[in-house]
C-alpha cells in the first residue's frame, strides 16, 4: 500500500484505550480535549476511526472522540456472543469517562445511531444533543417467528464464524468502493487500512469480530424502540443519504417515516450520499452538523 496513494488525515488521531464494562476499548481522540466534546459512534462492521474525513471537514474546534465498539476495530473482541444492550450501557461509561456531570452532544451512523437512540431516550439527562445519521431502525418483528429465530441462533452458533480474506488492501479497497460508489479511492484506500489488518502471508482480513456474524437470538422489538425514542429531550437531526434506500424500506415496513417519534426533530438529506455519508459526502455532513449544534 503506497502511501502517496492514501487518504492524507488533516487532523491527527489519538488512540486511547479503556477498559470499559470488562472489554478493552480502543477510542479514537481529535482535537483539543478543552475544546466542546462531540462524540461519534460507528455503525456495524465499521470503526470510529473512519469518521476522519468528517472531522477534516469540520470547521469549528472540537474535541472529537470515537470509540471501536466491543468486537470491531482494535477493541477486544468477546469470547462469548454480542448483546445489543451492551452497546447502550457501554456508551453510558464512557460517557462518564469522557463528559462526567454534564450531557455530551451524540452522532451517530447506522447502529451507531440505534445505539445513541435507545441512549437518548433511557438517559435523557445526558444528551444535549443527537444527530442521527441513516440509523431508522428494523420493522417489527413476528413473536411467532421466535422459536425458529432461536433455534437458527443455537445452530449457527455451532458453527466457526469466518470473514473473507483479501489478497491485499486494495482488493478490499475495491470491495469498499463498490459498494460506496461516490467514494474517492484514495479514501476507500484509507479506509481499508483502518478496518483490516495484514497476516503474515500478506492477506489481509477484517479486524471485525465474525462472532458479529451471528444473528441476534432475540428479535428486534420496534415499539421498545419507538418507547424510548419518545422519551429523548435532546434535538435531534435525522440526516440522510439521497441515494440510500434505508429511510424509504424503513418507512414501508414500519409505516411513516417515525421523524415523529423523535421530540423537536428535523430531517436533512444530504445529496450525492449513499448509506455512508460520512465516506461519501463527509464535508456536507460536517457543515449540517455544525449548523445545527451553533
Given at each position: 500500500m503506497k502511501s502517496e496513494q492514501t487518504y492524507r488525515a488533516q487532523i491527527t488521531?489519538?488512540?486511547a484505550r479503556h477498559l470499559i464494562r470488562g472489554v478493552d476499548y480502543q477510542v479514537s481522540e481529535w482535537g483539543d480535549s478543552s475544546q466542546p466534546l462531540l462524540v461519534l459512534l460507528h455503525g456495524f462492521n465499521d470503526t470510529g476511526s473512519s469518521f476522519q474525513f468528517f472531522v477534516d471537514a469540520l470547521t469549528k474546534d472540537w474535541f472529537s472522540i470515537a470509540p471501536d465498539w466491543?468486537?470491531?476495530?482494535?477493541?477486544?473482541?468477546?469470547?462469548?456472543?454480542?448483546?445489543?444492550?451492551?452497546?447502550?450501557?457501554?456508551?453510558?461509561?464512557?460517557?462518564?469517562?469522557?463528559?462526567?456531570?454534564?450531557?455530551?452532544?451524540l452522532l451517530g451512523h447506522s447502529m451507531g445511531a440505534n445505539i445513541a437512540g435507545l441512549y437518548a431516550?433511557?438517559?435523557?439527562?445526558?444528551?444535549?444533543?443527537?444527530i442521527n445519521v441513516e440509523g431508522f431502525?428494523?420493522?417489527?418483528?413476528?413473536?411467532?417467528?421466535?422459536p425458529a429465530n432461536y433455534r437458527r441462533w443455537?445452530?449457527?452458533?455451532?458453527?466457526?464464524?469466518?470473514?473473507s480474506t483479501y489478497q491485499d488492501f486494495a482488493q478490499l479497497a475495491q470491495r469498499i468502493r463498490k459498494r460506496n460508489p461516490r467514494m474517492p479511492a484514495n479514501?476507500?484506500?484509507?479506509?481499508?487500512?483502518?478496518?483490516?489488518e495484514q497476516k503474515d502471508d500478506g492477506t489481509v482480513m477484517l479486524r471485525t469480530d465474525p462472532a458479529h456474524r451471528l444473528p441476534n437470538a432475540v428479535q428486534y422489538r420496534r415499539a421498545e424502540a419507538r418507547a424510548c425514542w419518545e422519551k429523548?429531550?435532546?434535538?435531534?437531526?435525522?440526516?440522510?443519504?439521497a441515494e440510500s434506500d434505508f429511510f424509504s424500506r424503513a418507512a414501508k415496513l414500519a409505516g411513516p417515516h417515525e421523524i415523529d417519534a423523535f421530540t423537536a426533530a428535523?430531517?436533512?438529506?444530504?445529496?450525492?450520499?449513499?448509506?455512508?455519508?460520512?465516506?461519501?459526502?463527509?464535508?456536507?455532513l460536517a457543515a449540517a452538523v455544525e449548523k445545527f449544534l451553533t
Open positions: 488521531r489519538r488512540s466491543r468486537g470491531f476495530g482494535e477493541s477486544a473482541h468477546r469470547a462469548q456472543s454480542y448483546w445489543f444492550p451492551d452497546y447502550v450501557a457501554d456508551l453510558d461509561v464512557l460517557l462518564d469517562l469522557y463528559s462526567p456531570g454534564e450531557p455530551a452532544r431516550g433511557i438517559m435523557p439527562e445526558r444528551v444535549a444533543a443527537f431502525g428494523l420493522p417489527e418483528s413476528n413473536p411467532d417467528n421466535a443455537i445452530e449457527k452458533s455451532r458453527e466457526m464464524q469466518t470473514y479514501k476507500s484506500l484509507f479506509v481499508a487500512s483502518l478496518w483490516a429523548i429531550m435532546a434535538p435531534v437531526l435525522v440526516v440522510k443519504g428535523e430531517l436533512i438529506e444530504i445529496p450525492g450520499a449513499g448509506h455512508m455519508v460520512h465516506f461519501e459526502q463527509p464535508g456536507a
